[in-house]
Nanobody
C-alpha cells in the first residue's frame, strides 16, 4: 500500500518558480512510474509529467521546457520544479502512478494548490 503527501504549492507571480514534492511511503514507491497531475478549477485532471523508476522523464507540450520532474529513490520522493509559471498553470497538483490503461494506482489525496497571479 502506497501513501503520498504532496507539498510545496503556493501563490506566485507569473514568471516565478515553485518546487513541488511528492513523498511516498511503502517499498513499492521507488519501483513505480510516478506522475504529476493537475486539476484547474472546474476542469478535468490532467497528467503533465511523469518519471520512470530509472529516471526517464516525459512531459506534455504545455509544460515542456518549463517544468522538470525528478526523483530521489533514497528519499522516496518525486519533485516537480516549475519555472516560468503562467496563470494557466493554476491548479491543484497531485501525484499518482499511472497504469497502462489510463487509471491510477491509489486514491487521490488533497494535493497542493498552485496559484499563479498575472
Amino acid at each position: 500500500q502506497v501513501h503520498v503527501v504532496e507539498s510545496g504549492g503556493g501563490l506566485v507571480q507569473a514568471g516565478g518558480s515553485l518546487r513541488l514534492s511528492c513523498a511516498g511511503s511503502g517499498s513499492a514507491f521507488s519501483s513505480m512510474t510516478i506522475g504529476w497531475y493537475r486539476q484547474p478549477p472546474e476542469m478535468q485532471r490532467e497528467l503533465v509529467a511523469w518519471v520512470t523508476s530509472g529516471g526517464t522523464a516525459t512531459y506534455v507540450a504545455s509544460v515542456k521546457g518549463r517544468f522538470t520532474i525528478s526523483r530521489d529513490n533514497a528519499k522516496n520522493t518525486v519533485y516537480l520544479q516549475m519555472n516560468s509559471l503562467k496563470p494557466e498553470d493554476t491548479a491543484v497538483y497531485s501525484c499518482n502512478s499511472p497504469t497502462s490503461s489510463g487509471f491510477v494506482y491509489w486514491t487521490w489525496g488533497q494535493g497542493t494548490q498552485v496559484t499563479v497571479s498575472s
